[in-house]
């Protein structure tokens, strides 16, 4: 774990508040993404399992915000219908942050970033309303994913954009699935020990302001696009830093 900050690299010390500020910037715009974006740019100098309980935290503060700001749009069905599936994936998530090599995380993290981000260029706008079933394996997986890397989001807002047709409620309703998310997520870190090291609250309370202003920005950006233009933006940044984090795994 980290805990000698005067040894940490320059290029992370720059890089760490640009890659936080870009993140919350596509948080604030989409009400998720903020993990996946900074996370695989970070992992190139931190281990992910320092990274993501870190996160976390910054995300249960940053999905209160949206979510409190646009409670109007919240579709409360698809809030009380995804819940309680979500948690069976977070014992399975837990044990896997654990007991998995940073390595394989890192990896994995690459992979599933540019998965989701290839997704949402060349599927901008879905078509059809998708069966209420595919909340079990959204639940199930975006569980697991969220407790492992802290990226369950682009998971929910696929499923929450085949069943909602506003923006505003697919950025509500996914930023108050990730509130919920963060608060378990980091009631599970504590028990494993994950969140019980000063270097990751010192983490937060530096990179915080960072976060506040690109949430603050992406809020702002948010009203002027539409939900394609939106999915190809952020679906862009998260193709570009999960082969940021692949190239740097192999080579």
Request: proline content about 4%.
């Amino acid at each position: 774990m980290i805990g000698d900050w005067h040894s940490l690299s320059l290029w992370l010390i720059v890089l760490a508040p640009l890659a936080v500020m870009l993140g919350y910037t596509v948080f604030g715009l989409s009400g998720f993404g903020a993990t996946i974006v900074s996370v695989p740019i970070l992992a190139h100098f931190l281990p992910v399992s320092f990274l993501v309980p870190m996160m976390v935290l910054l995300d249960l503060a940053s999905s209160i915000f949206v979510g409190t700001t646009a409670r109007r749009h919240l579709a409360k069905g698809e809030l009380k219908r995804l819940l309680p599936i979500m948690f069976v994936g977070f014992v399975l998530g837990a044990t896997l942050l654990v007991k998995v090599p940073d390595a394989y995380l890192r990896a994995g993290l690459g992979a599933f970033a540019v998965a989701i981000g290839l997704n949402a260029i060349l599927n901008p706008v879905v078509d059809r309303t998708i069966s209420s079933w595919w909340v079990i394996p959204t639940g199930v997986i975006g569980g697991a994913v969220s407790t492992t890397f802290g990226a369950g989001g682009p998971i929910y807002a696929t499923y929450l954009s085949g069943r909602l047709r506003d923006k505003s409620e697919v950025r509500a309703t996914t930023s108050t699935v990730i509130s919920i998310s963060a608060f378990s997520r980091a009631a599970v870190y504590v028990v494993s020990g994950l969140l019980l090291h000063a270097s990751i609250w010192t983490g937060v309370v530096l990179l915080a302001p960072f976060a506040w202003f690109g949430l603050r920005t992406g809020h702002r950006i948010h009203t002027g696009l539409t939900q394609q233009q939106m999915r190809r933006v952020i679906g862009t940044i998260i193709v570009l830093t999960g082969l940021s984090l692949l190239i740097h795994v192999f080579a």
